[in-house]
């Protein structure tokens, strides 16, 4: 049975994945708080990722598959950005998965894969979202230049999708009229749902995706890449 690595898997998209992932792998999900993990089959490892060092000794010895899920929604007017968020999503985002990356290189396993999260307004500008895109731009260009480096002992993969119905995206789904507005802006009609995501992680850590690396795949509703005002 192979093991699998989530970092950030009590919420969202990572504990969707966390569902599927463990009905057949052995689950390590490294986060915050495990309220929600009760009844899973998963082990759990106190951490923080803005402070704590990853503890690789609460690890096996090898891991065949990877997923960093940390995000944050930052939304606001460039002059009303402060600098200290920017840097404040920067820490999160993608200095926090660089860390845990050097913490777990070493014991990844020949063949294994990563699958790190960025959003659809890297490829596609949209205002108020320099915070986030600054970030989660920063993880593509990582995960392209580690795929490179690191081929063909391991895989590295992005999702990027657009606006999920998750905990961090409450407040921007917190009434009728909100998500109405938010599901016409793409194509398909709706938000994103966490399963829509979780479904092409646990696709891009399996052997079904093993001639794929430094991809950015979208699942977005069509945001990306259709225009159809």
């Given at each position: 049975?192979?093991?699998?690595?989530?970092?950030?898997?009590?919420h969202?998209?990572?504990?969707?994945?966390?569902?599927t992932?463990?009905?057949?792998?052995n689950v390590?999900?490294?986060?915050?708080?495990?309220?929600a993990?009760d009844?899973?089959?998963?082990t759990?490892?106190?951490?923080?990722?803005?402070?704590?060092?990853?503890?690789?000794g609460?690890?096996?010895?090898?891991?065949?598959?990877?997923?960093?899920?940390?995000?944050?929604?930052?939304?606001k007017?460039?002059?009303?950005?402060?600098?200290?968020?920017?840097?404040?999503d920067?820490q999160l985002n993608?200095?926090?998965?660089?860390?845990?990356?050097?913490?777990?290189?070493a014991?990844m396993?020949?063949?294994?894969?990563?699958?790190?999260?960025?959003t659809v307004?890297?490829?596609?500008?949209?205002p108020f979202?320099t915070?986030?895109?600054?970030?989660k731009?920063?993880?593509?260009?990582?995960?392209k230049?580690l795929?490179?480096?690191?081929a063909?002992?391991?895989r590295?993969?992005?999702?990027a999708?657009?606006?999920?119905?998750?905990p961090?995206?409450?407040?921007?789904?917190?009434?009728d009229?909100?998500?109405?507005m938010m599901?016409?802006?793409?194509?398909?009609?709706?938000?994103?749902?966490?399963?829509?995501?979780?479904?092409?992680?646990?696709f891009?850590?399996?052997?079904?995706s093993?001639w794929?690396?430094g991809?950015?795949?979208?699942?977005d509703?069509?945001?990306g890449?259709l225009?159809?005002?």
């Amino acid at each position: 049975m192979k093991n699998i690595l989530l970092i950030g898997g009590s919420h969202g998209i990572g504990f969707a994945m966390a569902k599927t992932l463990a009905k057949d792998h052995n689950v390590f999900i490294a986060s915050r708080t495990a309220d929600a993990l009760d009844g899973l089959n998963v082990t759990h490892i106190p951490f923080d990722v803005t402070t704590d060092t990853l503890d690789t000794g609460l690890l096996p010895d090898a891991l065949h598959g990877f997923a960093y899920c940390p995000g944050s929604i930052n939304l606001k007017p460039f002059k009303m950005m402060a600098a200290s968020t920017f840097e404040e999503d920067m820490q999160l985002n993608f200095f926090g998965l660089v860390r845990v990356v050097k913490e777990i290189i070493a014991i990844m396993a020949e063949g294994s894969s990563m699958v790190f999260f960025s959003t659809v307004a890297v490829g596609t500008g949209m205002p108020f979202h320099t915070s986030v895109a600054a970030a989660k731009g920063a993880i593509e260009g990582f995960a392209k230049s580690l795929a490179a480096e690191y081929a063909p002992k391991l895989r590295v993969n992005v999702v990027a999708p657009s606006l999920v119905d998750t905990p961090l995206a409450g407040r921007l789904l917190n009434n009728d009229r909100k998500r109405d507005m938010m599901a016409e802006r793409h194509p398909l009609k709706r938000v994103g749902e966490a399963e829509d995501i979780a479904h092409i992680g646990v696709f891009l850590l399996s052997e079904q995706s093993s001639w794929m690396t430094g991809q950015v795949v979208g699942v977005d509703g069509g945001m990306g890449s259709l225009n159809i005002s």
